[in-house]
């Protein structure tokens, strides 16, 4: 079993920055794709990107290229979504998760996730 567990999420507005965190314990995470999707009201769930624990390599969301970055911290066990430049239509409630499937932009490949954190742009 792999648990998720997100913080870092809060109000911030236009322009400003957040960093979101994605504490992961259970079992060994070099196999794991790790995932940042995104929902906001009455919408589908998102993928903003995702990062292979094991290499590092990421993909991102369009929606987000160029904004967002993804890292790890091996010693701390824990992902991170780095959120620049921020706009009111990125607000949602951010979630992680962690799979071993090779589609990382679905959804429905994540057997792992957190409970969400939100996050809120002011215009």
């Known amino acids: 079993q792999v648990q998720l567990v997100e913080s870092g999420g809060g109000l911030v507005q236009a322009g400003g920055s957040l960093r979101l965190s994605c504490a992961v314990s259970?079992?060994?995470?070099?196999?794991?794709?790790m995932g940042w999707f995104r929902q906001a009201p009455g919408k589908e769930r998102e993928f903003v990107g995702a990062?292979?624990?094991?290499?590092?390599?990421?993909l991102y969301g369009d929606s987000v290229k160029g904004r967002f970055t993804i890292s790890r911290d091996n010693a701390k066990n824990t992902v991170y979504l780095q959120m620049n430049s921020l706009k009111p239509e990125d607000t949602a409630v951010y979630f992680c998760?962690?799979?071993?499937?090779?589609?990382?932009?679905?959804?429905?490949?994540?057997?792992?996730w957190g409970q969400g954190t939100q996050v809120t742009v002011s215009s």
């Open positions: 990062i292979r624990w094991s290499v590092g390599g990421t």
């Open positions: 259970g079992r060994t995470l070099s196999s794991y794709v």
């Open positions: 998760a962690a799979t071993f499937s090779l589609n990382w932009s679905s959804s429905r490949t994540y057997p792992y």
